[in-house]
């Protein structure tokens, strides 16, 4: 069951995790950090899973603790899901 997720989906999918999370739309660029969008290590947490329900992609403890931007989240994610 292989699957090609575009980065652009990846993309398109964390930014309304991160907007349903409180984060303001505009601010979140790669390169934005999540202490910057205000969110906290339980926003995190559930944006962990959602990206695991949507693309079966597991970020782990260890990963979130080194995980500072979105861009560093994207890259995550696209390399797992591929």
Not at 10 to 18: D, G, H, P, R, S
Not at 28 to 34: T, V
Request: overall charge negative.
């Amino acid at each position: 069951m292989a699957q090609t997720v575009t980065r652009e989906q990846i993309q398109e999918k964390v930014t309304e995790a991160l907007v349903e999370l409180g984060a303001d739309r505009e601010a979140i660029k790669p390169e934005a950090e999540f202490e910057a969008l205000e969110l906290d290590s339980l926003d995190l947490v559930e944006l962990a899973q959602i990206v695991e329900e949507e693309w079966g992609v597991e970020i782990t403890a260890k990963d979130m603790e080194t995980m500072k931007t979105v861009g560093q989240a994207l890259d995550v994610v696209e390399q797992r899901a591929s």
